[in-house]
C-alpha cells in the first residue's frame, strides 16, 4: 500500500519452532514468517510482508520475537491481534500487538538479546509430552563447574568457534551482558544469555560446550581456548534445537517482555 496510507504496528509472537523450517521465508517449506503472512493477507487482503527482530533455526522456539508490519491506518491493534490469533494456527500465538512509529525496525533498533536453553536432566526429559520443549539430557551434570565456567562469558568476546561453519570471520565479536544457569523446581537446568547479537547456531554451540565440560566429556580449559579461537581446539558441537527459545528483545525503551518461558515451573 502507498506509504502515506500505512500505519505501523509491531508485535510479540510466540512459537513452537517444533513444525517449522525456522523463522525466514523458504521455498516449499512451512516458516513461521511464511504462516504469519499468510494470515495477513486474508485478514488485510493485501500481501503483507513482516520483518523480525531475529531469524530462528528449525526448531527453535520463541517467547519474545518481535515482528513489525503496515497496515491500513483504520485497523487497531486490539483487531489485529484478535485477527491474527483467529488466523494462525496452534503453534503460533500473538501475545501483544501496538501501533508504532513508522520507522520502527525490530531487528535494527533492538539492543539487547535474551535466549534461554532448557536441559531436561531427570528421566521424565524422555516423555513426548516434553521432550520436544528442551534437551532431554536424562543425565547429571556438574551444576557447579557449569556456573564456574558459565562466568567467563561476560564481556566482549569473539564468538566465531561458536559460530556455524561458512559465517563470515568479520563481525564474530559479540558484547555478552548477562549469563548463568538456573536449576527449576522440576529439576530441569535453564541457561539464560543476554548479548547485544547472536552469531548463528551461537547458543546451541556454547550450550554443547558447557554441557560436555559439566558431563565430564570435555576439559573446563577447553572453554577460553574456542573463545580465544585456538585453531587446536576441539570444534564444539551444538545442542539440539528444542531446548532453544527467544525470549526477549531489549530496546532503548526496555525490554518486550520479562524473561521466563510460559508453562516452565520456576
Not at 500500500?1 to 517444533?18: C, I, K, L, N
Not at 562466568?151 to 564468538?159: A, I, Q, T, V, Y
Amino acid at each position: 500500500m502507498p506509504e502515506h496510507s500505512a500505519a505501523r504496528f509491531r508485535a510479540t509472537v510466540h512459537y513452537d519452532g517444533t513444525a517449522f523450517s525456522g523463522w525466514q521465508l523458504q521455498p516449499e517449506e512451512r516458516t513461521v514468517q511464511g504462516v504469519i503472512e499468510e494470515a495477513l493477507a486474508r485478514l488485510l487482503t493485501v500481501p503483507t510482508r513482516v520483518t523480525a527482530a531475529g531469524r530462528t533455526d528449525t526448531g527453535v522456539h520463541a517467547v519474545g520475537q518481535e515482528i513489525a508490519l503496515d497496515a491500513a491506518p483504520h485497523w487497531s491493534a486490539p483487531d489485529l491481534r484478535r485477527g491474527l490469533n483467529a488466523l494462525t494456527p496452534d503453534d503460533i500465538w500473538i501475545e501483544q500487538v501496538s501501533r508504532t512509529r513508522a520507522d520502527f525496525h525490530p531487528r535494527y533498533d533492538a539492543v539487547l538479546r535474551r535466549y534461554e536453553y532448557v536441559v531436561g536432566l531427570w528421566p521424565n526429559a524422555a516423555s513426548p509430552l516434553r521432550s520436544g520443549r528442551l534437551w532431554p539430557l536424562c543425565r547429571e551434570v556438574d551444576v557447579a563447574l557449569l556456573a564456574d565456567c558459565t562466568r567467563h562469558l561476560p564481556g566482549e568476546s569473539s564468538f566465531g568457534r561458536f559460530a556455524k561453519s561458512g559465517q563470515p570471520d568479520r563481525a564474530t565479536r559479540c558484547r555478552v551482558e548477562e549469563a548463568g544457569w538456573r536449576q527449576t523446581t522440576a529439576g530441569d537446568l535453564v541457561f539464560t544469555i543476554v548479548a547485544d547479537r547472536f552469531l548463528h547456531r551461537m547458543v546451541r554451540y556454547l550450550v554443547g560446550t558447557l554441557i560436555e565440560i559439566g558431563n565430564g566429556q570435555r576439559d573446563a580449559e577447553e572453554l577460553s581456548r574456542l573463545l580465544d579461537e585456538d585453531p587446536e581446539a576441539r570444534p564444539p558441537s551444538p545442542a539440539p534445537p528444542s531446548g532453544l527459545y527467544l525470549t526477549g528483545v531489549c530496546y532503548p525503551e526496555g525490554w518486550n517482555r520479562p524473561p521466563g518461558i510460559p508453562g516452565l515451573p520456576s
